[in-house]
């Protein structure tokens, strides 16, 4: 049985148990059967309205949280394009028939994403048990045992979600910190000065993603030349921005002394080997000779830099490269290459964020970014930037960092 013939439509009303479908504005899309039955609801008082309008808290209950951990879940899932499974939560819901009665109801909810080719969610699974009669199983008057259990339950859930409260308040400020380190360390856009280049750096989404991109523009001694780098450390938090200011700052200072990107690659190689955490960065430095037009460049397990050619044509620096920082027990010499351009010419160094997606082979990401440099090629160098990142990030923001250094040589 091929695709073409599986009735998914009808699978889906036919699941066991209570599913819906909603929009990243958390309208319902749809709903199975089960759902409805489970609800007390028809289809015409679910579908095509906003999730919190069908079943909103309880207003006679003052503590009442659902609503609020309901929605925290779903913008978690929004946020991240993963999926997310809530403690057990009381969520009482209005009988449709006596409007302003509430029954007492628990249920067991996981909120899963649908994503597009690009990764961005389109559309959030919400899958509900209904738990009710579980915990009021074998039931009488108050102070029975299962009543006892019931009560006992719902504590253990209220505390679960307030430690994951605190937990996600304590990553936020971890974050909030770690992008201010970040901030701290980047060479600012003024530092560009009139080399005719422009910076962008953007922040990965979500309070756990905050990773260790760096880039960086350095004055070569000797000439009109200038060194330009990215770099991207493994890992995430603080850990990872402060490796990253650590290699940052190295390869600035031996861009500064060094016969050749090769050489800066190899003094960052042997500091990578003593610094924890910088096992498996990735690095790339090119040197650019405004006098001679001609552009030297050494990698260290990173993507390529993209030369675009004043008549369109794209070069990808690609015939340097060797494995990543610390790669080798004892540091080796690293590979170097040349190439020409004339004045005019647009040379791109990134990182993988601004690239690679989900569930996609790298090379179209390298082709999309080739594609659009090309044709924005005319553009100013800071407004080239802002097109590249709007056409390549996804809308909602990338799950990893992006470094992105435009120079118009």
């Known amino acids: 049985m091929n695709d073409a013939a599986i009735d998914y439509a009808g699978v889906f009303q036919c699941l066991p148990g209570m599913v819906a479908l909603l929009t990243p504005d958390l309208v319902y899309a749809d709903v199975n059967e089960e759902f409805l039955r489970g609800a007390g609801r028809r289809r015409d008082q679910v579908v095509g309205r906003y999730l919190f309008d069908v079943f909103p808290d309880n207003p006679k209950d003052a503590a009442a949280s659902g609503m609020r951990n309901l929605a925290a879940s779903l913008q978690r899932v929004l946020d991240t394009g993963e999926r997310d499974a809530m403690a057990l939560q009381r969520y009482d819901v209005e009988d449709p028939e006596r409007p302003g009665e509430w029954q007492e109801r628990y249920w067991s909810p996981v909120n899963a994403p649908v994503l597009d080719d690009d990764g961005k969610v389109v559309l959030l699974v919400h899958r509900v048990e209904e738990v009710t009669e579980l915990i009021k199983a074998r039931g009488g008057p108050t102070g029975s045992r299962a009543r006892v259990l019931e009560a ?4 253990r859930a209220r505390e679960l979600q307030e430690l994951n409260e605190r937990l996600r308040q304590s990553h936020a400020r971890e974050r909030e910190v770690a992008l201010a380190l970040q901030e701290a360390m980047l060479p600012a856009s ?41 770099g991207d450390v493994v890992g995430h938090g603080l850990p990872a921005a402060g490796v990253m200011g650590q290699l940052r700052s190295a390869l600035s200072a031996a861009s500064r002394v060094a016969a050749g990107p090769a050489e800066a690659l190899n003094v960052l190689g042997r500091y990578a080997h003593v610094v924890d955490g910088a096992e498996s960065a990735t690095a790339v430095t090119t040197f650019i000779d405004f006098d001679e037009h001609t ?54 160094l990134y990182t993988d964020g601004l690239v690679e997606r989900r569930r996609e082979d790298i090379g179209t990401g390298l082709d999309r970014l080739a594609e659009a440099l090309a044709r924005h090629r005319a553009l100013p160098a800071e407004s080239l930037a802002d097109a590249v990142l709007l056409e390549l990030l996804p809308p909602g923001g990338a799950t990893d960092d992006t470094a992105l250094v435009i120079v118009r040589l």
Not at 152 to 155: D, P
Not at 300 to 312: F, K, R
Not at 336 to 347: D, E, F, K, P, R
């Open 190 to 230: 003024r530092q560009v000065g009139d080399r005719r280049a422009a910076v962008r750096y953007r922040p990965a989404i979500g309070a756990l993603n905050v990773c260790g991109d760096w880039y960086d523009i350095v004055d070569l001694v000797g000439g009109n030349r200038i060194g330009v780098s990215v």
């Open 295 to 348: 552009i030297t460049y050494s990698s260290a397990g990173h993507l390529p830099p993209v030369l675009v050619h004043t008549d369109g044509r794209v070069e990808f620096l690609d015939q340097a490269t060797d494995p990543p920082l610390d790669a080798h027990p004892d540091p080796m010499p690293r590979p170097q290459a040349s190439t020409n351009y004339s004045a005019g010419a647009t040379l791109a």
């Open 152 to 155: 006992e339950l719902y504590t």
